[in-house]
């Protein structure tokens, strides 16, 4: 089950851009060169590169940092999703699209990619640098939040 437009726009409230809610994404990276077909480009900082780099590989959307200008290049009608802090951002997004996942029994689907190679994105993780890993420690954080609402 792939990331969809709607699945951002209940992540984030500010957005710009077309409204496609049936719009699926195939990736999520920080890294605007490489191939990112049907991808979403955050931008987390200066490595991340250029949108036009990112538009150019393929990507239909972006996480944009609301105190970053928005290039004057931007097609109107490229959904941006704004955020006060995009690191934050990158947890939301991996947080609801596990909660997404949850409970699918398929034992082959397909499912979004994301891929982050951004030094201060993996610095601030004090655990590792493996996002499977992150993945999975997100997924028990839920599973917690999950039975202290039951009680």
Same mark, same amino acid.
């Given at each position: 089950?792939?990331?969809?437009?709607?699945?951002?726009?209940?992540?984030?409230?500010?957005?710009?851009?077309?409204?496609?809610?049936?719009?699926?994404? $195939?990736?999520?990276?920080?890294?605007?060169? +490489?191939?990112?077909?049907? !991808?979403?480009? &955050?931008?987390?900082?200066?490595?991340?590169?250029?949108?036009?780099?990112?538009?150019?590989? !393929?990507?239909?959307?972006?996480?944009?940092?609301?105190?970053?200008?928005? /290039? /004057? $290049?931007? /097609?109107?009608?490229? /959904?941006?999703?704004?955020?006060?802090?995009? +690191?934050?951002?990158? =947890?939301?997004?991996?947080?609801?699209?596990?909660?997404?996942?949850?409970?699918?029994?398929?034992?082959?689907?397909? &499912?979004?990619?994301?891929?982050?190679?951004?030094?201060?994105?993996?610095?601030?993780?004090?655990?590792?640098?493996?996002?499977?890993?992150?993945?999975?420690?997100?997924?028990?954080?839920?599973?917690? &939040? =999950?039975?202290? =609402? =039951? !009680?």
């Amino acid at each position: 089950m792939y990331l969809a437009f709607k699945d951002l726009a209940n992540v984030f409230a500010d957005k710009r851009g077309a409204n496609e809610p049936n719009l699926v994404f $195939y990736s999520v990276t920080d890294q605007a060169k +490489i191939k990112q077909p049907k !991808g979403i480009f &955050i931008l987390l900082n200066d490595e991340s590169g250029e949108l036009s780099d990112a538009i150019a590989n !393929g990507a239909i959307a972006a996480v944009w940092d609301k105190k970053v200008k928005l /290039p /004057p $290049y931007t /097609p109107s009608q490229f /959904p941006v999703f704004f955020t006060e802090d995009t +690191i934050e951002a990158v =947890r939301n997004l991996l947080q609801y699209y596990l909660e997404k996942l949850d409970g699918e029994i398929e034992k082959k689907m397909d &499912i979004t990619k994301f891929d982050f190679l951004n030094k201060e994105l993996l610095n601030k993780n004090e655990q590792t640098y493996d996002i499977a890993a992150m993945l999975k420690k997100v997924a028990r954080e839920i599973d917690n &939040i =999950r039975r202290e =609402r =039951r !009680g």
